[in-house]
């Protein structure tokens, strides 16, 4: 069975998220992009664990299910420390074998920060002492770093990270088998460090809204989903179980270069490192995005790789390839009635943006979006990269018809 999964999301209890995530719109949104397997995000705040302890139905495998959709116990916790003279901040993504699991965790989190502030909770105590709190409480339990190479809040990250997995989990470092690439990076990038080849290189969406679903996932085959078969495709990163990631192209998550947003100045690594890594404007510090990050700590040059490459495919979220055939914003109705009109003749997102023959979609979908999905496919678009918290835009080329025979509209 292949299952799109997305494992780190938040609830209506996380900070700056929409409140209408709550479980009846996830899982609706779950299969409107064609999400097999979802997280359910938050699981330490004490109201949403109310909520997934009295709705989600166990399938007996470690695994949830509501609405048709099945779900997994996680959690993102935000780690905050002095270490070496410095303070540190990690994101981490706690995975639990079931809803008991997480009560345990929850218990002794609960004795660190306080869990009811946020779905995101705030620990202030360091990522090995973490882990380790973690694991004592249920065994069974699993840790991804989340998002490793933004600047704020992660492992990698330019202004409280580290340069290696070693210095944030000390002796618990082996026990982390995979790592969360983020919006700003593809593994491509993260093959460029030899230290990162036997770890699986996962994606998820982290959406704070219900339609931000899936705009990264991880793909698995399983003869039957659950955790402990989801859990074992990663660590031995089988080519046949463990299938790839679905991926945001780098270029438009919004640390993807150096800048800085105050000045409106974005600059590649290398221009950023000929200015000293200071905003030629203001001369300010600049936020040091994740290519400038990946550039210091590789060893291997731009194309270069492990033996062993799982593979990946980088989208664009189909909204935003309609807006831009129609000419306008993607949160308007034209947006939103076209959309809904292609998920309910085609079934789901993924389906349209990925499987379908191009045959059978050119006899429902507009020649202009079937141009843009064509060309996302083929990876033909213009991105002005993001920085400093401002995302890249994207640009399909739907005006030029000069291959429109090569992409067979005619």
């Known amino acids: 069975m292949q299952i799109i999964s997305d494992l780190h999301i938040h609830s209506r209890y996380s900070r700056a998220t929409s409140p209408t995530a709550d479980l009846p719109n996830l899982a609706r949104w779950a299969k409107i992009k064609g999400i097999t397997l979802l997280g359910t995000g938050d699981f330490t705040h004490p109201q949403w664990y109310k909520e997934l302890q009295e709705y989600l139905v166990p399938v007996g495998n470690g695994l949830y299910r509501y609405g048709g959709v099945l779900f997994m116990l996680t959690v993102e916790v935000s780690a905050i ?3 070496e003279g410095r303070v540190r901040k990690a994101h981490l993504v706690i995975l639990a074998p079931s809803i008991e699991g997480a009560a345990r965790i929850n218990s002794e989190l609960g004795q660190i920060g306080n869990l009811a502030a946020d779905g995101r909770p705030i620990l202030g105590i360091s990522a090995e002492r973490l882990v380790e709190v973690i694991w004592n409480a249920e065994e069974g339990a699993e840790v ?5 190479w933004t600047p704020w809040f992660s492992v990698f990250g330019s202004r409280s990270g580290f340069d290696s997995l070693e210095e944030c989990f000390g002796r618990y470092t082996d026990r982390i088998f995979a790592i969360e690439t983020g919006l700003s990076s593809d593994p491509e ?6 230290a990162l080849d036997n770890l699986a290189l996962v994606s998820n969406s982290d959406a704070h809204s219900p339609g931000k679903l899936g705009r990264e996932a991880t793909l698995f085959d399983l003869p039957e989903p659950s955790y402990a078969g989801i859990i074992a495709a990663m660590k031995e990163r089988d080519p046949s179980r463990f299938l ?10 919004k640390y993807h270069y150096d800048g800085h947003r105050a000045c409106g100045i974005v600059l590649s690594p290398r221009e950023a490192m000929a200015n000293n890594n200071l905003c030629p404007v203001c001369g300010k510090p600049l936020t040091i995005g994740v290519m400038h990050r990946v550039e210091e700590l590789a060893d ?5 790789g492990p033996a062993q490459q799982i593979p990946y495919r980088s989208l664009v979220p189909l909204k935003e390839i309609i807006a831009q055939a129609l ?3 993607p949160t308007t109705k034209g947006v939103a009635r076209e959309y809904e009109r292609l998920i309910t003749h085609f079934g789901n997102e ?18 202009r979006i079937l141009r843009g999905i064509l060309r996302v496919r083929a990876g033909d678009l213009q991105i002005e990269p993001g920085y400093d918290g401002v995302y890249g835009k994207v640009t399909i080329s739907l005006d030029d018809a000069k291959d429109d025979e090569q992409l067979g509209l005619f």
């Open 81 to 83: 420390w002095s270490q």
């Open 300 to 304: 291997r040059q731009q194309g270069e």
């Open 350 to 367: 993924f389906r349209i943006l990925l499987d379908l023959p191009e045959e059978d979609l050119r006899q429902v979908v507009p020649r």
């Open 189 to 194: 990038m993260n093959w460029r460090l030899s």
């Open 244 to 253: 790839g990631t679905i991926e945001f192209y780098p270029q438009e998550g």
């Open 327 to 329: 000419g306008i914003g």
């Open 144 to 148: 991804i770093p989340a998002h490793v």
